[in-house]
């Protein structure tokens, strides 16, 4: 009995790896595949060819908004990171009069659907004349992010408070005290931090839509939308155009993944378990 | 006296230092808008004009407005189907996973490997995957002799479509799920096993209950998320050039509010969308919260 029900399991997560996991290896492999055949389903390419790829590059400045991308990622994850840490480090280590109210109504901010933010605040960019630029992709996250602010602070009122404390007595100042002793000890909430924006950041499509006009300031996937548009929906279908740039757009997120997959993993796993 | 306030003052001067970029950007990104969008929401505004004052029309405008009722009842259909879909199987893979002791960390990569996927890309993926004539999934179907829907253009197959698509990146809840698994005590299991309790009693008496919190925490989050759908269905079904589909199933409230906001450029009435929505949100939450409090159980009595 105990038995079978152990050979089940395999089995079904078996058959699971392979549900999450084929539709990836079909679209690679698609994009190795001559027009005519993109829709078989073989999963090695009757005909293997590099076409697909050298034709996204002539039709798509991909390395541009590849560029574009990760400068608004870069510049997105890192500020909010330290924004964030600071803020949070402000609310977990200092006490002062109106502390809980103002916790609580950067809490209730979380709570506020982003639609009702959305109009206003692009008339702020537009006012400022910043439509069509980069900018406003990342430029708010120079004020830190709720989730983030939440996050980091309930690892900062995880730590000893000691350390703190024998530090000030020697005389360190307050800048010195969080840089110095509070930010190292905080690295793996810092990491799952960065993650988490530069993933959010890469994959929007929502902000590009909004605020990007021209396609030399595109992302990629505001990109890989125009792709869309113009090889799937507009007039003469090239689907093989638009799976080889969806297999381009997925693989620096892959390898991200890779890379910080631990911090990934627990980053995600403690945000949940906070009820 | 006069030294321990000073010092307080202190404190209080450092930690708001610490805390100004979060009031600042509070006070321009988030409370100005608000108070933006309520006003907005009273207006005719298209940008380039100076808004004018009209009152309660937008509201009016909304209920009358057929695109509205179509929207609402598409989000309500998707949300409908896809949260509960979304809980139970994310609760059966975490639940496999926990049982399979052995190798855990690989499999809940693989699961959660699907979430790294950006979401335009996987709007275009459905597009393949659930293709109606060549489509892996009814080349699929077609092993077993069922001929597959056109889930693609049929009106009443899209939504479906987008709830299976949906259900590829259940990874997070998974590990979310996973790591409230590890924290059940095994010493309830084991006396329930002395009691000789089967797998489905002990998992229903025991393991449901005990990880509640985390199963309501992402009935909220999950319903929220779904009610805001964007960027699948728009990638798919929407944008310029794109007139072979059926729209009209996948129109979402958030894509209808896109379309009036920056396609056609009526600010004010997307505003009055907004909050129509922001209203709605509040309103389910509160619901469930109130319905399902007393199926949570927190540990140490309520919190």
Redesign the interface.
Known sequence: MKRA?RIL??A??GV??VA?????V??LS?SFKPRGEV?D?RLIPETFILDNYVKVWQEAPLALWMVNTLLVTVLAAVTVTI?SA??A???A?????G?GA?FG??LA?M??????????????W?SLGMVGTLTPLWA?N???S?FY?FLLRQFFMGLPREPFEAAKLDGAN?WKI?TRIALPLCRPAVVVTLLFEF?AA??D??RP??YLRDSSTFT??RG??AL???F???GEWH?EI??TA?VI??IP??I??FLG?KH??RG???????? | MSFRRTM?WK??R??????S??????L???A???I??AY?SLTDYD?INDPSFVGLDNYRALFEDPKVGLALRNTALFTVMSVPAHLVVSLA?AL??N??TKATGF????????K??????I???L???F?GQ???IN?FLGLFGIDGPAWTTDPDWVKPGLVLMSL?TVG??V??????LR?VPQELYDSALVDGAG?WRRTLRITVPMIS??L???FIVDT?AAL?S??EA??AFF??????YSNDAALFY?IY??QQ??EFLH?GY??A???L??IV?MAI?GVQILVTRRY?H?EGGKP
């Open positions: 029900g399991t395999w079904a997560l699971l790896t999450f996991i084929y539709p990836f079909w679209l698609a829709f389903h924004t600071m803020v480090w402000g609310f280590y200092f006490r002062f009069p502390r103002l109504l950067l901010t709570m506020l659907p982003g639609v009702v933010t959305m109009i206003p605040v692009f008339l702020i537009n708010q120079l004020f830190g709720a602010i307050n969080f993933q890469w994959t499509l929502m839509l909004i990629v996937p890989l939308k869309l548009d113009q799937g929906f507009g689907w638009v799976m969806s757009t997925t997120m892959i991200l993944f997959q990934f993993l995600i796993a403690t945000t949940g378990s906070k009820g | 307080r404190d209080t450092a930690a708001l230092l610490f805390i970029p979060w009031i600042i950007g509070f321009i990104f988030t100005w808008p608000v933006n969008s907005l940008v893979l496999l996973l049982s399979a499999f809940r990569t693989v699961f959660f490997l699907p790294m996927t950006p979401p335009v890309a709007g275009i993926l597009l393949m995957l293709n060549s489509g892996l080349g590829w997070s809840s590990v979310i799920l996973l790591a409230a924290g797998w919190p985390t309501f925490f992402l929220i805001q964007f960027t728009y990638t944008g310029s050039g794109n007139t072979t958030a509010l896109f906001a920056f600010m997307a505003s969308l907004a909050w929505l922001f949100i939450t949570v927190y």
